[in-house]
């Protein structure tokens, strides 16, 4: 099996997966509990908090722990606007991720007003673009930081401090799913207020994800129950998987930058076999883009064929986000490509455990099938 669709999601490592399965068994009790084995929990807890936040040299107590990338969007957005609705008005790109999208179609429906960034030519975001949409009543910028499709690696440091510098008291917030604990990235040289991150990105397990947050004056929850998470998540603690995404930051920050210098050689060798053993290939993906996605097309085909023929042979990638659950691309939609190229797409999603062989042999099979066309 090779699998190349990274970007949906990665598979667990060894070393997680023990993790997850000690902490079921040895640290069951409740964290809110009194007693001892319950306070073992909690500090379980505590230690994945400060391994999740060392990624982003951020203090453990800005991380609230939630159920994935989804929901921190939804917490970031949502949480926002019922926070402060006095400002009812919210910049954020045609580019972002489904969770981000809908969350603000939802404002939209009860009275907000929402500028969607266009990205340029080669599918990126113009930080001026976005401080030229900031009126008096901006409450919130959201924007990714590296975009789940083409791997658009986009100007947040840029954008931060312009926005910053016309109204330090809009909110910024930026869905990180992609980038963290694979593009080297610091709260501290940001001017960023909310973040967002996913576990299951980065070799982790799914349904846990984070949402780091400058302060606690933010953002008001979206449910209610007790005090975890500063009552921004409320309930029981998924302690097993908290700790499995600890292990994860762990060894997603172990040699980062040579992890990613691996990636860049594998991207670079599998654009170099595309681009010279195949007929009418399309990059999409940015010249600059993440290490770890590259984006392409096959004019003359369709991305079902393709990624159903890559199937028959044990290997697997995905044309967009899995959450679009096979709707067009709006990514590649908003960059302005054709329809051909946009219903032709295929996204690869490299991670740790990619060879140059996995490469090889995708290009070998794609080869196969053209010239089957």
Do not use: W
């Not at 809110?32 to 203090?59: D, N, T």
């Amino acid at each position: 099996m090779i699998y190349l669709d990274n970007c949906s999601s990665t598979q667990v490592s060894e070393e997680v997966a023990s993790m997850v399965k000690e902490t079921m068994l040895a640290n069951f009790a409740n964290p809110s509990a009194s007693y001892f084995i319950g306070a073992e929990a909690y500090k379980a807890i505590g230690m994945a908090r400060s391994q999740v936040a060392k990624i982003i040299a951020c203090e453990p107590s800005k991380i609230v722990f939630t159920s994935g990338g989804t929901e921190s969007n939804n917490l970031a957005i949502l949480g926002c606007a019922k926070k402060h609705p006095e400002k009812r008005h919210i910049i954020t790109t045609a580019i972002e991720h489904d969770s981000v999208l809908n969350a603000c179609r939802f404002l939209e429906s009860i009275g907000y007003e929402v500028n969607y960034i266009m990205p340029n030519d080669e599918g990126n975001i113009e930080a001026e673009e976005i401080v030229n949409a900031i009126r008096d009543d901006t409450l919130l910028v959201s924007c990714m930081s590296v975009n789940n499709e083409t791997g658009a690696i986009l100007p947040i440091s840029k954008i931060c401090e312009k926005v910053k510098e016309r109204n330090s008291e809009i909110i910024i917030h930026s869905d990180c799913v992609q980038g963290y604990g694979k593009i080297p990235f610091k709260i501290y040289e940001n001017k960023l207020d909310l973040l967002s991150a996913s576990a299951h990105k980065i070799h982790g397990p799914k349904g846990i994800g984070l949402l780091y947050q400058r302060t606690n004056n933010l953002i008001a929850p979206l449910s209610y129950g007790g005090k975890q998470e500063n009552g921004i998540h409320p309930g029981t603690e998924n302690v097993q998987s908290i700790c499995g995404f600890g292990m994860a930051a762990d060894q997603a920050a172990y040699k980062l930058i040579d992890k990613m210098e691996a990636a860049i050689k594998l991207k670079t060798y599998l654009i170099e076999l595309l681009s010279n053993e195949l007929k009418d290939i399309c990059i999409n993906s940015p010249p600059n883009s993440s290490p770890y996605i590259l984006n392409f097309s096959f004019p003359r085909s369709n991305s079902v064929d393709i990624i159903r023929y890559l199937s028959l042979n044990e290997i697997y990638v995905s044309s967009a986000s899995s959450c679009t659950k096979g709707k067009e691309s709006h990514v590649l939609k908003a960059m302005g490509l054709a329809k051909n190229i946009i219903n032709s797409s295929i996204r690869i999603g490299l991670s740790k455990y990619t060879t140059s062989k996995d490469i090889e042999t995708l290009v070998d099979t794609l080869r196969l099938y053209q010239n089957q066309l």
